[in-house]
């Protein structure tokens, strides 16, 4: 048998706001305390999880556990939630400012405080977004 479950603000879960495993790992214990309730106090139960899920693994692995838990399965985790956060960040950053800029807004931002235009601090960004703003 397995449970399949989605992190909370994912799927059908309800929720808005992840938190990268840190809140997640309580969330599971809740399910093994759930398997457990469910399926009676003999379940032997393996946690696993892919990416964020195999972080929330080896968090969940860090707190105190039913014996009911025999293994895990960590497939493709991170390090932390502070180094994905910090890879994410720049990726995202540079998408703003791509899109920003293929929009005009720094130029309008320009216009309207009478100065010109405005150069975003991703350069990247601005250098692929103005190229294909040239050709369309």
């Known amino acids: 048998n397995?449970?399949?479950?989605?992190?909370?603000?994912?799927?059908?879960?309800?929720?808005?706001?992840?938190?990268?495993?840190?809140?997640?790992?309580?969330?599971?214990?809740?399910?093994?305390?759930?398997?457990?309730?469910?399926?009676?106090?003999?379940?032997?139960?393996?946690?696993?999880?892919?990416?964020?899920?195999?972080?929330?693994?080896?968090?969940?692995?860090?707190?105190?556990?039913p014996d009911n838990v025999i293994g895990a399965l960590a497939d493709c985790g991170y390090t932390s939630p502070e180094e994905i956060i910090k890879k994410a960040v720049p990726v995202v950053m540079i998408f703003i400012g791509a899109f920003l800029t293929g929009?005009?807004?720094?130029?309008?931002?320009?216009?309207f405080c009478g100065a010109g235009t405005i150069v975003p601090i991703t350069g990247f960004a601005n250098s692929i977004a103005s190229s294909i703003v040239a050709k369309a």
């Open 103 to 111: 929009i005009n807004v720094y130029g309008k931002m320009g216009k």
């Open 2 to 65: 397995a449970l399949i479950i989605d992190h909370r603000a994912s799927g059908r879960s309800d929720g808005h706001i992840i938190t990268f495993g840190i809140k997640e790992r309580l969330d599971a214990i809740d399910w093994v305390n759930f398997a457990i309730d469910k399926f009676g106090k003999d379940v032997r139960l393996i946690i696993t999880g892919i990416s964020m899920g195999a972080a929330t693994v080896m968090m969940t692995l860090n707190e105190e556990l």
